[in-house]
C-alpha cells in the first residue's frame, strides 16, 4: 500500500521514510513513530491501517543516521541490537527528524497532524507533543516518557500502557500521571509490553483493539 520516500532534516542529512495515503481525501496527517526494531514490517502495517481509516501517513527511520534500513525482528538478540541502535540516535536528533516528517505533511496539505508512537517510538511521541507543532500525540507503552514527564505538552496527549510491562512499573505510570493531570492515561489488563504488536509474545488482542478504538477516536476529536 505504501512507499518508500526521503526526508530532508534542518541539518541536511536524508533519511528514508514509509509513506502510506489513503485512498480518498486524507482526514490529516499522521506521523507513525517506530519501534526500537526500525520501519519493519509491523510498522509498516501499522502506517497501512492507518492509511486506511484515512490518515496521510509517514514513518520515518529513525535509524538511519545510525545504519540505514534497520528491519529487525522480535527475538532476544532482536531486542539486543535494537538497544544499540536506540543508544546511538541522541532525542534532540530524533526530534529533528521526526520534524522533517511533520513538516512534510505539514507542506503536502495537512493542516492537521498527529503522531503515534510504540515503545522508543513512545517515548518519543510524547517529545513531539512537548518539542514540535503537533496537534495531537498518542504514546503507546513509551518506558522513558518518565524521563521527561515534567516537559509542558503543547496539545491533547494520550498515553497507553500495560499493566505487566516490566519495562514501566506502574510506579513510574503513576508519577507520570501526577506531572500530566491533562492527559489522558490508559492502563490496560492483563497487557504487557508491546501489547498492540502482533509480532511480539505480548501481543494482547482484545487489548490492542481497544486501545486503537481509543486512539482512531482521540484523533477524530483532534485532528479530524
Known amino acids: 500500500m505504501g512507499n518508500m520516500i526521503q526526508l530532508k532534516a534542518a541539518d541536511g542529512f536524508t533519511l528514508d521514510a514509509y509513506a502510506a495515503d489513503p485512498t480518498d481525501t486524507p482526514r490529516a496527517g499522521l506521523l507513525v513513530i517506530q519501534e526500537i526494531f526500525g520501519v519493519n514490517s509491523h510498522m509498516r502495517r501499522v502506517a497501512d491501517s492507518f492509511a486506511e481509516d484515512g490518515y496521510k501517513v509517514i514513518a520515518p527511520a529513525l535509524f538511519d543516521r545510525a545504519e540505514k534500513n534497520v528491519q529487525i525482528g522480535y527475538t532476544a538478540h532482536d531486542i539486543a541490537a535494537g538497544r544499540e541502535f536506540r543508544a546511538k540516535v541522541d532525542w534532540p536528533v530524533?526530534?529533528?527528524?521526526?520534524?522533517?516528517?511533520?513538516?512534510?505533511?505539514?507542506?503536502?496539505?495537512?493542516?492537521?497532524?498527529?503522531?503515534?508512537?510504540?515503545?522508543w517510538g513512545g517515548s518519543l511521541a510524547w517529545l513531539t507533543a512537548t518539542r514540535t507543532d503537533v496537534d495531537a500525540a498518542v504514546c503507546y507503552y513509551g518506558g522513558q516518557i518518565g524521563m521527561f514527564k515534567n516537559e509542558t505538552a503543547k496539545c491533547p496527549v494520550m498515553m497507553n500502557f500495560g499493566d505487566r510491562d516490566a519495562s514501566i512499573p506502574m510506579a513510574m505510570v503513576d508519577e507520570i500521571k501526577r506531572a500530566q493531570p491533562n492527559a489522558t492515561i490508559h492502563v490496560y489488563s492483563p497487557a504487557g509490553h508491546g501489547f498492540h504488536c502482533e509480532q511480539r509474545g505480548d501481543y494482547s488482542p482484545i487489548n490492542s483493539k481497544i486501545a486503537l478504538g481509543r486512539t482512531l477516536e482521540f484523533f477524530i476529536q483532534h485532528i479530524g
Do not use: F, H, Q, W
Open 94 to 119: 530524533a526530534v529533528m527528524d521526526m520534524r522533517a516528517a511533520i513538516k512534510a505533511l505539514r507542506d503536502a496539505g495537512m493542516k492537521k497532524v498527529g503522531a503515534v508512537g510504540y515503545c
